[in-house]
């Protein structure tokens, strides 16, 4: 199974600030996910990062506000642009293999005041 | 757009008590999963079901697909301790998951 290397792990940001997420895996992987847990709540998809091309963005979640890099197939990186309180979340990524099976990195764990 | 539910929200069992929790997909999927998240931890993956009415077994824990593979369960007997955290369906469709809201597991010794 791949394992998952993402940093931070938490932080505390200062709002109108900007936040870039790693995301390292120790193999080749074709589909990479970004999420969102709210405290208490379920994971909504951010964005299926591609490999060589622009991410996909899912309703609701625009570039501007996380952009998002895939320069090979074993990283990525999310930023959260222009912080708010409301971002305050867990965010998660997420690599499929081949056998459909979702690995999660450890989630960075964002406050922001 | 894609929508998993997933009830209960919540569920307080007696140690010893089964569990289940259920998962309804507003479209058919091409696969369900499910994981489990503890407290301050990151879903970790614990099984995949594929084919229309399937059913796996792993120890205590019980899952199926429905027929239409629009809806699953996982079912838990004689739940322990260890058995606490929230449990999350996933169904998939065009290679992008879709996550139910969970069901919060408490188990009392």
């Known amino acids: 199974s791949a394992v998952i290397s993402q940093k931070p792990s938490r932080d505390i940001c200062q709002r109108g600030t900007s936040l870039t997420i790693q995301c390292q895996v120790d193999s080749q992987v074709t589909m990479m996910f970004w999420y969102r847990q709210q405290p208490g709540q379920s994971l909504t998809l951010i964005a299926t990062a591609n490999q060589g091309s622009e991410a996909t963005y899912e309703s609701g979640f625009v570039i501007d506000k996380f952009p998002i890099s895939r320069p090979n197939l074993t990283f990525s990186t999310l930023t959260v642009s222009n912080m708010s309180p409301e971002d305050s979340s867990i965010y998660l990524c997420?690599?499929?293999?081949?056998?459909?099976?979702?690995?999660f990195g450890q989630g960075t764990r964002l406050t922001v005041v | 757009g894609q929508q998993v539910m997933q009830i209960p929200q919540y569920q307080h069992v007696q140690e010893g008590e089964d569990f289940t929790t259920y998962c309804n997909s507003s479209t058919t999927l091409s696969n369900i999963q499910w994981y489990k998240q503890r407290p301050g931890g990151h879903p970790v993956f614990l099984i995949q079901?594929?084919?229309?009415?399937e059913v796996k077994k792993q120890k205590r824990l019980t899952f199926q697909f429905g027929e239409a593979k629009k809806n699953s369960s996982l079912h838990i007997t004689a739940t322990q301790t260890t058995d606490v955290g929230t449990y999350f369906c996933a169904g998939q469709n065009f290679n992008k998951f879709y996550f139910g809201s969970g069901t919060k597991l408490n188990v009392k010794p």
């Open positions: 079901l594929v084919k229309s009415g």
């Open positions: 997420s690599v499929e293999e081949r056998t459909a099976e979702a690995f």
